[in-house]
């Protein structure tokens, strides 16, 4: 009996401990800030939309030291070192909206802290120095001054929005709002956020007083901001999840580049990487780093094409993550007037082409002789892209595709030429006036037919043949029939004007 009564109460001893053991330990959660936790206190009560969202974002679960253990290649974070109040805390408010208060005109006294309004691509290089680097040399960093320091850029902004009416049987324009080019061009390009003062608020905490800030809100790839960096990487990223998942799926993308002037995303739901897409999306992984080709996605969006990091699913690279998103390119299908050669900086106000204009070509095509990448580049280049389209197509099938793509930029910017050759007659008989009188080349009834044939039609074909297929919109939706029609249009228009002057010398 003893033993009996011995064996069993061994086991009632042992049974909690193999329980115990058994019962699965619960994760713990990286620290967060004193300061961060006291935003929140505040700001569930406030703004319960931004905690939520930022509770949801991996910045509210790793930490820098961290990420920093994660494998190459796993990497989101590609800063080395970060200093050591940050390294061992998640990134909440604080540590993103209190960087570099010396520089942000945009800081202010809030509730005992220092606090930066606005989170500029300068702070987020703490922890992404590299994708920050590449990001700066990008036409996307230099959208601003890409239209507004360029004069002929800007005057086609200048004639595009803003109110016109009609006076004395002529189209006069009124010059136009800044608050109009806000929502207009400068939306996606970016504005220049200014400080002026702070200014007194009634908010529900309170009456507070905030930096009064001009051209706000804005969130323009190139916006300018008030510690003085270009971009705003909450573009792609946005704020306050900075969801690698919404960067990936076209959407984000979509919110600039459609019809009629930058068509990708039109053309991409027709072509069959979009078919696929929107049949499967709901299957893939997009928050997986690195990108699996075949595992975690079956077709490419923008950014497996632009920017993402791309490997097989044994983990050979295929391409290497970029945030300059043009540095895969080799030629610029959108381009004032014809595609060209890509330039080799982002700021592309400094080309000046044959004839002293800031543009990448003369009139009748020539290419500038500087700021744009040579051709072992362009092959270079050409040839990488050759080898992520191969990862899914055979050798023939892609050597193929990128002939066609050369003959359709060839015979798009030939159409593109005779338009222009009209539209240099015009000007030189005197029935318009534009670039050879000092005058506005973009206002005229002919001038507005000639931006349609390589603003609208031209890109509508070259970029339904870069996307492997939208054949209604290389055809008739803005496409070649556009194009052939545009031209008779040009053709009657300056007849009609030759008439009317002949009449009047009569």
Known sequence: MKRVFFMVMMVFLIIPFILFAQTPKKAVSPPISSQTNTCLGCHKTYTPGIVEDWL?????????EMALKKKPLERRMSSEKIDASLNKVVVGCYECHSLNPTKHKDNFDHMGFKINTIVSPADCATCHSVETAQYLNSKKAHAVGNLTKNPVFHALVDTVVGQ????????TQLPSTESTKHETCLACHGTEVKVQGLKEISSAMGKIKVPSLTNWPNQGVGRLNPDGTMGSCSACHPRHSFSIEVARKPYTCAQCHLDPDVPAWNVYKESKHGNIYFSKYHEWDFNSVPWKLGKDFQAPTCAACHNSLITTTDGKVVVERT????????????????????????????????????????FTGEVATSGLISKDEQNLRQSKMQGFCKSCHSSQWTANHFTKLDNTIKEVDGMILSSTLMLLEAWKNNLAEGFIHGKNPFDDAIEQMWIRQWLFYGNSIKYSSAMTGAPDYATFKNGWWNMGENLQNMKDWIEFKKNVKGSEKR
């Open 56 to 64: 949801k974002s991996l910045h509210s679960k790793v930490t820098p």
């Open 164 to 171: 016109k009416k009609v006076e004395n049987s002529k189209v």
């Open 323 to 362: 945030h300059d998103f043009g540095a895969r390119l080799w030629v610029r299908l959108f381009g004032l007037i014809y595609s060209h050669p890509q330039p080799v900086h982002g700021d592309t106000s400094t080309i000046k082409n044959k004839d002293g204009l800031p543009l990448p070509t003369t």
